[in-house]
């Protein structure tokens, strides 16, 4: 069995994620592209097994309302950029690629979401006692897991070790929050000591 490349992997999520975004099963979906496909096609593209060709790439992307470049390559944009840009969305006049933009950040939100669900129990339990997880809501199951997802991530890269003592601390508060012992008015103060620490460990 030929396994799928990580890149169309990828691909394929953001094309999962545009296609929920509208609500529509496969088959419909499929008759949107140009030129139409199958709902059995679509199923391998979303797999990562197959890509489609440069004409339904485009018209996918037009569905999606995102660039053909966002779609093959993901967003490019640091957690500092989107941080900046998240402030423009009050603005009521939002331009066509402020628009698109805002769409690519919650396509990929969407797809991280995704991917961080599918290996959850083998990840999460590795940072949370089962215990722990058991008594969690889903919404609060899937917040536990992208924190451990973070934490692999951060864990084999070059941040300062200032940055680690203030996350940790972060960790604590959600920890609280999410067995119930801490509100969420009370947890701001983490999100804003979480958000300095950012701001100065990455610009």
Sequence with gaps: MVQSKPEN???GKRIKSIRI??????????????PPASASIVSRWERGINLPNSQRIKSIAEIGNVSVDFLLNG????????????STLSRDNLTDEEKKRIKEISIETRSAIQSVNEPFDKISRQVFKDSFLVGLSPEARILANQISILIGQISTSEVPDSFFEDFTVYLGGITHLLSGSLSKKDFEEYQDALSKCIDKNFK
């Design 9 to 11: 992997i990828m691909i």
């Design 21 to 34: 975004s509208k609500g529509i099963d496969l088959a419909k979906f499929g008759k949107m592209v140009n």
């Design 75 to 86: 967003t490019q944009m640091s957690i500092k950029d989107i941080k900046k840009f998240q």
